[in-house]
């Protein structure tokens, strides 16, 4: 069932929530379960960005969300951006059933730090250390990644690391 099928199907009525269950049994749609403004989804798009904020809530943690979010309010054009983001990206990428929250944040890591972005890469270190995944291994997964993209890369990628780090046992 695609995204847009379930669209269409929640505008004919039907609860997107369980819509969305049963598309993608293993999306996190139970947090949204029965909360009033779910029950009939006039406005899919609405509750889309609603649970996208939830799932981007999760990984950031509540505190490190409130403050991003009071940072991305101080600028129409950012707000414009993190609403976009929130929704295409959460709500339909990391939203996909097979793979976890945990494995999605290493893809992540790996991808910035292939692409040198680092100020995305401490970003998705934080996530990926919310999800359970270790200083040590993230290193080692850094340090493979030395052979296949290169040392350079890798060596700014560890530099980023070594300050996420620091910061997140304070």
């Known amino acids: 069932l695609a995204w847009t099928d379930a669209v269409a199907r929640s505008r004919e009525g039907l609860r997107f ?3 969305l269950a049963q598309a993608y049994p293993a999306a996190e749609v139970a947090s949204l379960n029965g909360r009033e403004e779910c029950r009939r989804m006039d ?3 609405t509750w889309l960005a609603r649970a996208a904020g939830d799932w981007r809530r999760k990984l950031r943690g509540d505190e490190d969300f409130e403050k991003n979010m009071q940072e991305y309010a101080k600028d129409p054009h950012t707000k ?3 609403d976009l ?5 959460f709500g339909a990428l990391w939203a996909l059933p097979t793979l976890d929250f945990k494995t ?3 893809i992540c890591v790996i991808t910035d730090a292939t692409m040198g972005r680092h100020d995305e890469l401490d970003i998705h270190l934080r996530f990926a250390l919310k999800q359970g995944w270790t200083e040590d291994e993230l290193v080692e997964v850094l340090l493979h990644m030395s052979g296949y993209v290169g040392v ?3 060596r700014e990628a ?3 690391a070594k300050d996420v780090f620091a910061d997140e046992r304070k």
């Open 85 to 89: 983001a929130t929704e295409t990206v």
């Open 17 to 19: 929530d369980a819509i």
């Open 80 to 82: 414009k951006f993190i």
């Open 152 to 154: 350079p890369l890798i």
């Open 104 to 106: 999605r944040a290493l």
């Open 158 to 160: 560890i530099y980023c």
């Open 43 to 45: 406005d899919a798009e």
